[in-house]
C-alpha cells in the first residue's frame, strides 16, 4: 500500500541490529525531509496509514452525542481521530509468501509466545472492534490471515464475523478509505492472534470524525460486547471529560492505542479515566546461546513513537498513584508497536491491490490487548477493567529501557521499574493480570 503524499506523512526510524540479535530501543520517528538521517546500519521506514488530525479550534462549533446511560457530551463537530497504523515502506508488498516460508513480520504464533498466550483461547466472547469508513474485503482479508497461521476459520457464514455501521445496521458507509483498510486489516489480525476462538463484530463508523466514532463505540456496547478495542485518537479537548460517559461502564473492557507521537502527546480516548490506554514497545527475539540467562525468550524495550504522558483534562482513576502527575497518566499496559519489529497483515489497498504488509503503531498494541482481555475471561460486573493490571503488576514484563521523548529523565517519558508512562505496568505475561 502506497498511501498518497498530500495525505500521509512519511516516517523514518532507524533499527540497529545487534550481533546477538536483539535491537537497540527504537529511536524517534522522523518526518522525511526534515535534514535528520537514519543512523546505524540498517534503516526502516514506515508511513502513516492516516493523515494525523490537527487540535480542534478554541470555540469549535460542537454537537451533541448521547450515551447509553442517557447522558449528553458536547463534542466538538470537526474534530478527527485518525487511525494510528504504521506501515513498512523498506519492504516491498508480498502478494504471496512461498509455501515454506512465512511474510515478513510477526505472525500469530510469535505474538502468543512473546505474550505467553494459549493457542486456543476466548471461548467464542465477542470482541467489538472500532473503525472508520468501509473495509469491502474484510472478511476475505481476514480468512487469508487466519489460514496462513492454522487459525479457526471466522466467517459471517459460521457466525464468527459480523459487520454493521455505527447505527447497528448492515449497510456500509458509503466511503472507503486505503489508510483505514490497513487499520482494519491490522485490527481483526491482532485480536485473532490475541484470541483465536473470539467472535468478532466490526463496527465501521461513517468516517473518521470522533463523534461518529463515539457513537460507534456506544453501539458496539448496546450489541452486547464485552471487549472493545479502540485504534483511532483524537488530542485532547477540553469537553472530553463528559464524553467519558460513554466508557463509565462496569464490567467492559474498553482498550484505545495511546498514540504515535510519544510524549507528551497523549491521545483520546486513551486519555479517558475508565479506559485502557495501551502504549507501545520494540519486542525483539533473543538468542539463548548469546544471552543464556534470559528465561523469556524475548526482550522489549519502550517505543519512541508511544503516546504518554499526563491528561490535561481527565482526572486521576483511584487506582493509579504515580506521584509525577495530577491528572490520569498514559499509558496503563503495553505490546508492541514499533514497526520495524512489527506484525504482519495481510489487507487489499482498493487502489494498489493485496498483499502482506508488515505495520506497527500503537493500533497493534490496543487490538491485542483487548483479545488478550477477552482470552482473561468476562469482568467483574462491578469492576471497570481498566484497574486489573495496577492489582497484579507481577503479572506483567516490566519495561525498563527506552525512552519516548524529553522529559528530564521522568517516569512520564522513560521507562523505569514499576510503572511508567510509555509502558504502563509493562506488557502481560499471560493474562492473569487482566482479569479479577
Not at 446511560?69 to 508488498?93: H, K, Y
Amino acid at each position: 500500500m502506497r498511501p498518497t503524499p498530500p495525505m500521509r506523512s512519511l516516517l523514518v526510524l532507524p533499527l540497529l541490529l545487534a550481533l546477538a540479535g536483539v535491537a537497540a530501543p527504537a529511536q524517534a520517528l522522523t518526518p522525511a525531509g526534515s535534514g535528520v538521517q537514519p543512523s546505524g546500519p540498517a534503516a526502516v521506514t514506515a508511513e502513516r496509514a492516516c493523515a494525523p488530525a490537527p487540535a480542534a479550534a478554541a470555540h469549535a462549533p460542537t454537537v451533541a452525542l448521547t450515551a447509553p446511560s442517557g447522558e449528553v457530551a458536547e463534542v466538538p463537530a470537526d474534530l478527527r481521530a485518525p487511525c494510528l497504523a504504521l506501515i513498512r515502506t523498506d519492504l516491498p508488498r508480498l502478494r504471496h509468501p512461498r509455501p515454506d516460508t512465512e511474510p515478513p513480520g510477526f505472525g500469530a504464533r510469535d505474538l502468543q509466545a512473546a505474550y505467553d498466550l494459549p493457542r486456543n483461547g476466548g471461548g467464542d466472547r465477542t470482541v467489538a472492534i472500532v473503525v472508520a469508513f468501509d473495509d469491502r474485503t474484510a472478511e476475505s482479508d481476514l480468512a487469508v490471515y487466519r489460514e496462513q497461521y492454522h487459525l479457526p476459520p471466522c466467517t459471517t457464514a459460521n457466525g464468527c464475523f459480523r459487520k454493521i455501521n455505527q447505527n447497528g445496521g448492515t449497510t456500509p458507509p458509503p466511503t472507503t478509505d486505503p489508510g483505514w483498510v490497513a487499520e482494519t486489516a491490522t485490527d481483526l489480525a491482532a485480536v485473532s492472534a490475541a484470541c483465536p476462538d473470539c467472535h468478532l463484530l466490526l463496527v465501521e463508523a461513517d468516517n473518521d470524525l470522533l463523534r461518529n466514532e463515539i457513537q460507534a463505540v456506544g453501539q458496539a456496547f448496546q450489541q452486547g460486547a464485552t471487549f472493545i478495542s479502540m485504534s483511532f485518537g483524537a488530542p485532547e479537548f477540553p469537553n472530553q471529560t463528559l464524553v467519558d460517559a460513554f466508557f463509565f461502564h462496569r464490567g467492559i473492557a474498553f482498550v484505545a492505542s495511546s498514540g504515535d507521537n510519544g510524549y507528551p502527546n497523549p491521545t483520546y480516548p486513551a486519555a479517558s479515566q475508565f479506559v485502557t490506554a495501551a502504549g507501545g514497545t520494540s519486542l525483539h527475539r533473543v538468542h539463548h546461546r548469546v544471552q543464556p540467562f534470559t528465561r523469556r525468550g524475548w526482550s522489549e524495550s519502550a517505543w519512541s513513537g508511544a503516546g504518554s504522558g499526563c491528561s490535561l483534562f481527565d482526572p486521576k482513576p483511584s487506582w493509579q498513584h504515580d506521584p509525577g502527575c495530577a491528572n490520569r497518566t498514559i499509558a496503563d499496559v503495553s505490546a508492541v508497536a514499533d514497526p520495524g519489529t512489527g506484525i504482519a497483515v495481510y489487507f487489499t489497498d482498493p487502489n494498489d491491490g493485496a498483499g502482506w504488509h508488515v505495520i506497527g503503531g500503537t493500533s497493534v498494541a490496543a487490538p491485542l490487548i483487548t483479545g488478550m482481555y477477552a482470552v482473561a475471561g468476562t469482568p467483574g460486573a462491578n469492576d471497570f477493567a481498566a484497574s486489573y493490571p495496577y492489582a497484579r503488576p507481577r503479572a506483567f514484563n516490566d519495561i525498563v529501557t527506552g525512552s519516548t521523548g524529553s522529559c528530564g529523565g521522568s517516569y512520564l517519558c522513560t521507562a523505569v521499574r514499576g510503572y511508567d508512562g510509555p509502558t504502563g505496568i509493562g506488557t502481560p505475561h499471560g493474562v492473569r493480570g487482566l482479569r479479577r
